[in-house]
């Protein structure tokens, strides 16, 4: 929970009270070194830069908490917004720095005003401690603002991926259904109960497709039955052309991943390595612990990547991927690698988190 507003206000207040002193310093060290050099000029020269240093504080905190949130917004016009802003501060600075100056005439150093040098001196002062803490606060202000556009553009990049997940469900839909309703009518006459095993198991990935995009994360455990299903699926369309090869490392079934993570990676390995040659090949599925993080795996023995192309991959499902993991703060998740004529190798890297308990994978 967010403190109120009341509460940040004192925070700040008191965060001021002791980070003045230090603000004090430098001035110190300026003038002290401008009226002697010795250990009693910079000594006043601090006492005076203190009580500067807190009038300007004080003015800087009224500004920001007291005043500035009251100004009225122009929509449209965000420079007049800023320059609203600036007088602020100058004018309170300004009027603090010169109750300072009073204060330092009755009380440290009698006749601090007392001549038009020591205004000229206090003018001086005055200004340095207007550009010192005006500056840093138009500094904290935009750095603040900073960050508000950076988690804007992270909220932003995180809808996209929300955003993509949901087209690769649409994708998936039409593309894979035309496939294997063609195969359920190959089978309704001659091998009626693997039509009807089939239908019920894209009945059931569809469902799962459904649910699935709704959230951000299931178990590992779901994910693979899911794809259990699809591979079942398209084994009937390839038959003995598709092998696949499992190597799950016991006790990662609860483990959570990213939902609909690998379907894009076993897709783009059946239809290029698999359906791409009249021979067929393998394909394999891995997930291993290594240390903290989930190594998950999908890898063929197909013809591989050109010479010429590019790694990294450009096709729906594979940017889909790459834009959730950099989407959940894992843009170096997804490693591929490919050898001409040896296959590809698609490794996703994730940190290792679980669930102690989870629905039944796939089925409802």
């Known amino acids: 929970m967010s403190p109120s507003p009341r509460a940040q206000w004192w925070r700040s207040f008191l965060r001021m009270l002791w980070r003045q002193p230090l603000w004090a310093i430098p001035f110190a060290l300026f003038f002290g070194t ?62 603090g720095a010169y109750a300072a100056a009073i204060v330092v005439h009755f009380t440290l150093v009698p006749r601090f005003l007392g001549n038009a040098r020591a205004v000229l001196v206090t003018g001086m002062f005055s200004a340095l401690f207007i550009a010192l803490f005006v500056g840093i606060n138009l500094a904290i202000a935009y750095h603040r603002l900073a960050l508000e556009r950076a988690r804007a553009v ?15 469900r649409a994708q998936i839909h039409p593309h894979f259904l035309f496939n294997t309703l063609n195969s359920i009518a190959s089978l309704i006459g001659s091998q009626p109960r693997a039509a009807e095993d089939v239908t019920m198991r894209l009945a059931d990935l569809f469902r799962y497709t459904l649910r699935a995009s709704e959230r951000e994360q299931s178990t590992l455990g779901q994910e693979l039955a899911f794809l259990r299903d699809y591979l079942e699926i398209e084994h009937v369309r390839f038959g003995d052309r598709l092998k696949v090869e499992e190597d799950i490392e016991p006790g990662l079934e609860q483990a959570l991943v990213p939902s609909l993570l690998l379907q894009p990676l076993v897709e783009n390995a059946v239809r290029y390595a698999i359906g791409a040659r009249a021979e067929g090949g393998v394909l394999r599925i891995g997930a291993r612990r290594d240390a903290n993080q989930l190594r998950l795996e999908v890898a063929d023995d197909g013809p591989g990547f050109d010479e010429g192309a590019p790694p990294s991959g450009t096709g729906f499902g594979l940017h889909a991927v790459r834009e959730r993991l950099r989407a959940a ?28 308990a989870a629905p039944a994978a796939g089925k409802e």
């Not at 992270?154 to 690769?168: G, I, P, S, V």
Request: overall charge positive.
């Open 329 to 356: 703060g894992l843009p170096d998740a997804l490693k591929i690698e490919s050898t001409p004529g040896r296959g590809v190798r698609v490794t996703v890297t994730l940190p290792l988190e679980s669930v102690e």
């Open 34 to 95: 401008l009226y002697g050099g010795n250990v009693r000029a910079y000594w006043g020269a601090y006492l005076v830069s203190l009580v500067f240093s807190y009038f300007a504080g004080v003015a800087i905190w009224t500004g920001r908490y007291l005043v500035v949130p009251r100004l009225p917004r122009r929509r449209g016009r965000p420079g007049g917004d800023a320059l609203e802003i600036s007088l602020v501060y100058g004018v309170l600075t300004l009027a």
């Open 154 to 168: 992270e909220q932003m990049r995180a809808e996209l991926a929300q955003a993509e997940l949901r087209a690769l």
